[in-house]
């Protein structure tokens, strides 16, 4: 454990490889979170992302199944990435989307990836693969991050980042008016469905770090916190990536300090900055209104 009063102990300890995978890990989550959770929070996509989160289970199950019958580069974060897309390619296509009710399709989703997830598990002889207990897959396992995962999840962020960047005025018009969208031009079902399978990237990068269950605090708290003192995309956008940066890095350092899993650790402290923002947001408001009031009667008399 680190001792919080030697700083030159603290350095040496961050030097440490699975120490630095970490920190690279979180910072690589935070920066996802910054751009996707806000485009979630904004379109009141929550119970979406957590219906293509839990699928990601099931994904994650099924390649360790592969690699138990044999195909042994058949990585975890494949398996994430090809079921959460699959999900999200699922949710927004046009027939589906106009003949079922979208909460009813999340549930399907969300239920079926649990418990394929659940089967794929106890169909595998773990004397052939490394075993990882379904625990750390719900609530995440950052000290299992190795190289490969890291250039996976930077390879995602940068798609992330490259088609919001291309197509940011159109997300922005989709964001908060889809009809004036639509009028402006913007391919707004094609549009949905991309930003379905930018989520499901983003949900795969998470689930290393938080697990399939804690993905959606992760997701959405750093943009909730934002989104009480801005509704301008980009600048939540900003704050968010700050925020969730901050919050990341400050637990992962807390986790080692004090022997905690890091995912539940970096959600608390999300949690608690969200109260204290609320708290402190509507403080501020109630002090404006008294001093507005005031100078009001001072001028009336």
Avoid at 65 to 70: C, K, T, V
Avoid at 76 to 99: C, I
Avoid at 260 to 273: Q, S
Wanted: overall charge neutral; aromatic content about 10%; proline content about 2%.
């Amino acid at each position: 454990m680190i001792d919080g009063h030697n700083m030159l102990e603290f350095i040496d300890y961050l030097q440490l490889p699975f120490v630095q995978r970490m920190i690279i890990a979180g910072l690589l989550s935070a920066l996802a979170c910054g751009v996707i959770g806000t485009i979630v929070v904004v379109r009141r996509n929550v119970f979406i992302a957590g219906g293509i989160s839990h699928t990601a289970f099931g994904g994650i199950g099924m390649a360790y199944y592969l690699q138990d019958m044999g195909y042994a580069w058949f990585d975890p974060m494949l398996g994430a990435v090809l079921v959460t897309t699959g999900a999200a390619l699922l949710l927004g296509f046009e027939p589906v989307r106009k003949r079922f009710r979208e909460d009813s399709t999340i549930g399907v989703l969300w239920v079926i990836g649990m418990a394929a997830g659940i089967l794929f598990h106890n169909m595998v002889n773990w004397n052939n693969v490394t075993y990882v207990s379904p625990e750390s897959i719900l609530f995440g396992d950052i000290l299992l991050i190795n190289a490969l995962h890291l250039r996976i999840m930077a390879a995602l962020l940068l798609l992330i980042y490259s088609f919001t960047l291309f197509f940011f005025k159109d997300i922005e018009a989709a964001c908060f008016d889809e009809e004036f969208a639509r009028i402006s031009g913007v391919r707004v079902s094609l549009l949905n469905t991309a930003l379905l399978v930018l989520i499901a990237l983003t949900v795969t990068i998470l689930v290393k770090v938080a697990g399939v269950v804690l993905v959606l605090a992760m997701l959405t708290i750093p943009a909730a916190i934002t989104n009480l003192f801005t509704k301008r995309l980009s600048t939540m956008m900003i704050g968010a990536t700050v925020t969730g940066i901050a919050s990341t890095l400050l637990g992962i350092i807390l986790s080692i300090e004090l022997d905690l899993p890091p995912g539940a650790v970096i959600v608390i402290l999300m949690g608690v900055l969200f109260l204290l923002s609320l708290s402190g947001r509507s403080v501020y408001y109630r002090m404006r209104t008294m001093l507005q009031g005031n100078s009001s009667a001072a001028a009336k008399e």
